[in-house]
């Protein structure tokens, strides 16, 4: 082999090891960024965003939903059994307070109280005598309580008939808007057959439920803005009553408010969306809603502690589209982990790619 071959075999072998070198600290070098390792067994390091937390003024602002009812509202049902004789049921009509709806035969009734007018008119001639020949001592006093009780007897059945004969009307309990008729003229009637309902439409109330967590904060008074899908107008209400208990089952509050001036456009059951402004928070700590970690036992976080993942339980206040409140379990200036939570492990080192704040995140 010539001089010159030897050289240029020495100085490829040089090259090839001098690359080769390169490819191997590169490799090195990548793999101390993507997981580099603290120890024997220690974890890789996470890679993930990160949010500072810091105290914000929060709206306390409370969404809901309701029901409209009228003020007043019975279904129109018959006390006694019987055939009808006379219907005034003109449906969505306006009646007043006594008007006599429905009328149902009552010709056996009639006739009973009939038969008894003479025979309490012979009780009370009856009585009157006994009483002239009682002062003259013509009777005794015996005789005298019979005939008294005969008239008051007779006059107790003519009461009973009298009684049962208003059951045979059916009349406006108040003044209101009827529904639909449900009977026809001569139809057969019980107490359980609903003839008709009726509305009292000038006056509207809604019932609302809420988180029984809004218990304290909600008083008698408050004003609520509420609106009602295809209705372009909304309309305000006003809280008037609040159920003393919570709901055991869905454990919600139960309140009332009365519509300030009702349009004709609302209808009794219609649903209702409500929004109540509460006292604003001004000290309020808001995180990212998905670096909240749903849990059975708790609701937990991730932040970091000297550069390593920590889990912490939180207890949730307020929630709003994107943000929830924290009102315990964390500091403002803890930083919280808002990406990779399905990958981090209790003490996994972090290191953030990115970090944000809440206006920065706005």
């Given at each position: 082999m010539t001089k010159g071959k030897v050289i240029f075999w020495s100085?490829?072998?040089?090259?090839?090891?001098?690359?080769?070198?390169?490819k191997y600290t590169k490799i090195k070098e990548m793999e101390a960024k993507t997981a580099p390792m603290m120890g024997k067994g220690a974890p890789p390091m996470l890679f993930a965003n990160g949010y500072v937390t810091e105290y914000t003024q929060l709206s306390n602002n409370l969404s809901a939903n309701g029901?409209?009812?009228?003020?007043d509202e019975v279904q129109l049902q018959p006390e006694v059994s019987g055939r009808v004789t006379y219907l005034n049921i003109k449906e969505g009509s306006i009646v007043q307070k006594g008007t006599l709806l429905v009328k149902l035969n009552d010709a056996d009734l009639q006739?009973?109280?009939?038969?008894?007018?003479?025979?309490?008119?012979?009780?009370q001639s009856n009585f009157t005598r006994i009483g002239e020949l009682?002062?003259?001592?013509?009777?005794?006093?015996?005789?005298?309580?019979?005939?008294?009780?005969?008239?008051?007897?007779?006059?107790a059945d003519m009461e009973l008939l009298k009684a049962q004969i208003?059951?045979?009307?059916?009349?406006?309990?108040?003044?209101?808007?009827l529904g639909l008729r449900n009977i026809s003229m001569g139809a057969i009637?019980?107490?359980?057959?609903i003839v008709s309902t009726l509305q009292n439409v000038g006056q509207l109330k809604m019932d609302v439920s809420v988180p029984e967590k809004y218990a304290a904060v909600i008083h008698i008074g408050d004003n609520m803005k509420c609106s009602v899908a295809g209705i372009d107008k909304g309309f305000t209400a006003q809280v008037v009553a609040i159920e003393p208990n919570i709901d055991q089952t869905t454990r919600n509050l139960k309140i009332r408010?009365?519509?300030?001036?009702?349009?004709?456009?609302?209808?009794?059951?219609?649903?209702?969306?409500?929004?109540?402004?509460?006292?604003?928070?001004?000290?309020a700590i808001m995180i990212p809603a998905n670096a909240v970690i749903p849990n059975d036992r708790a609701t937990k976080i991730v932040i970091t502690d000297s550069s390593k993942a920590k889990f912490v339980s939180i207890e949730i206040g307020l929630r709003t589209e994107t943000e929830v409140q924290v009102l315990n379990g964390i500091n403002v200036g803890d930083t919280v982990l808002t990406t990779g939570l399905l990958q981090v492990k209790p003490g996994m080192p972090v290191k953030f790619k990115k970090i944000s704040t809440r206006a920065s995140a706005q």
């Open positions: 100085l490829l072998c040089l090259v090839i090891a001098t690359l080769a070198y390169v029901t409209i009812l009228a003020q006739a009973q109280l009939l038969k008894l007018q003479p025979q309490l008119k012979i009780a009682l002062k003259i001592k013509g009777v005794s006093q015996a005789e005298y309580d019979a005939a008294e009780n005969t008239v008051n007897n007779v006059q208003d059951k045979t009307a059916l009349k406006a309990p108040f003044t209101g808007k009637v019980s107490p359980t057959t408010a009365i519509i300030h001036h009702p349009s004709s456009s609302l209808i009794p059951g219609a649903y209702v969306k409500v929004e109540l402004k509460l006292k604003d928070i001004p000290n």
